[in-house]
Nanobody, 122 residues
């Protein structure tokens, strides 16, 4: 499965951005991860094929993940962005739905996009 991301960019704090991802094949779960310079890759939000969503505490109530009309399209709506949201954002997808503790963990995902940069200035 290939994942192609779009969106991202540079915005001021408090503004919004959308990220999109298109998968070339069937996936059971899709997610967004991010990695800031010098930090580990962290899970941000995920959605499984049943439509259940999962968020990290750092973005809950600010970010929304949802599937598009086409089954293999994914969008991350990011509101009220903060400078600490600055990172490279990666789309990820998995063959199976992992148990809840693993749904925002890197090892649960089989395929990854190339990443798209988000920069939030204060």
């Amino acid at each position: 499965v290939e994942l192609v991301e779009s969106g991202g960019g540079s915005v001021e704090a408090g503004r919004s951005l959308n990220l999109s991802c298109v998968a070339s094949g069937f996936t059971s779960i899709m997610a967004w991860f991010r990695q800031a310079p010098g930090k580990e890759r962290e899970g941000v939000a995920a959605i499984d094929r049943e439509g259940r969503t999962f968020y990290s505490d750092s973005v809950k109530d600010r970010f929304t993940i949802f599937k598009g009309n086409a089954e293999n399209t994914l969008t991350l709506l990011m509101n009220n962005l903060k400078p600490e949201d600055t990172a490279m954002y990666y789309c990820a997808a998995g063959r199976i739905i992992p148990p809840p503790p693993s749904r925002l963990r890197v090892r649960a995902y089989n395929w990854w996009g190339q990443g798209t940069q988000v920069i939030v200035s204060s």
